[in-house]
């Protein structure tokens, strides 16, 4: 018993490695992400949804189609959820669902998941007022020097 559980043991990281869905994202931070205006992509929710709304094809297509143009830059998915969608913490949570669906979003329409970060954001941090509909914003960073 003990032999199969060595050798499961010594398999597994080269399983584990060989998927493409665990790759390490790039070294990079958002901080600051939201005070960029240029190459911001608004993806709507509906209230109280964890997906993006059928009117968000575009726009993810359009950051999509951005970022595989210019693999050098890196993506912050900063996600929303409005004061009127649960207290603190479900709002925090709702908005780390909305980021993680657009973040799955962009690496099926072919960008490199280990470029882009998800992060929930609460809207106290976020500059000005988010409007419902910009639930979510994908933010193309400045390529590094």
Same mark, same amino acid.
């Given at each position: 018993?003990?032999?199969?559980?060595? &050798?499961?043991?010594?398999?597994?990281?080269?399983?584990?490695? *060989?998927?493409?869905?665990?790759? $390490?994202? +790039?070294?990079? *931070?958002?901080?600051?992400?939201?005070?960029?205006?240029?190459?911001?992509?608004?993806?709507?929710?509906?209230?109280?949804?964890?997906?993006? +709304?059928?009117?968000? +094809? *575009?726009? %993810?297509? &359009?950051?999509?189609?951005?970022?595989?143009?210019?693999?050098?830059?890196?993506?912050?998915?900063?996600?929303?959820?409005?004061? $009127?969608? @649960?207290?603190?913490?479900?709002? /925090?949570?709702?908005? &780390?669902?909305?980021? @993680?669906?657009?973040? =799955?979003?962009?690496?099926? %329409? @072919?960008?490199?998941?280990?470029?882009?970060?998800?992060?929930?954001?609460?809207?106290?941090?976020?500059?000005?007022?988010?409007?419902? =509909?910009? *639930?979510?914003? /994908?933010?193309?960073?400045?390529?590094?020097?």
């Amino acid at each position: 018993m003990m032999i199969p559980l060595i &050798a499961a043991a010594l398999l597994l990281p080269g399983l584990v490695l *060989s998927k493409g869905a665990w790759a $390490q994202p +790039r070294p990079f *931070s958002c901080i600051g992400a939201e005070q960029l205006e240029d190459d911001a992509f608004a993806i709507p929710f509906a209230r109280g949804a964890a997906q993006p +709304r059928e009117d968000a +094809r *575009s726009n %993810l297509a &359009a950051a999509a189609e951005r970022a595989k143009r210019e693999p050098e830059r890196m993506l912050c998915v900063l996600g929303h959820a409005a004061p $009127q969608e @649960g207290g603190a913490q479900a709002g /925090v949570q709702l908005a &780390a669902k909305r980021a @993680g669906a657009v973040a =799955e979003a962009l690496a099926k %329409l @072919g960008v490199e998941r280990d470029r882009i970060r998800a992060e929930a954001r609460r809207a106290a941090f976020a500059r000005g007022a988010v409007p419902e =509909e910009r *639930s979510v914003t /994908v933010v193309l960073l400045p390529a590094a020097p």
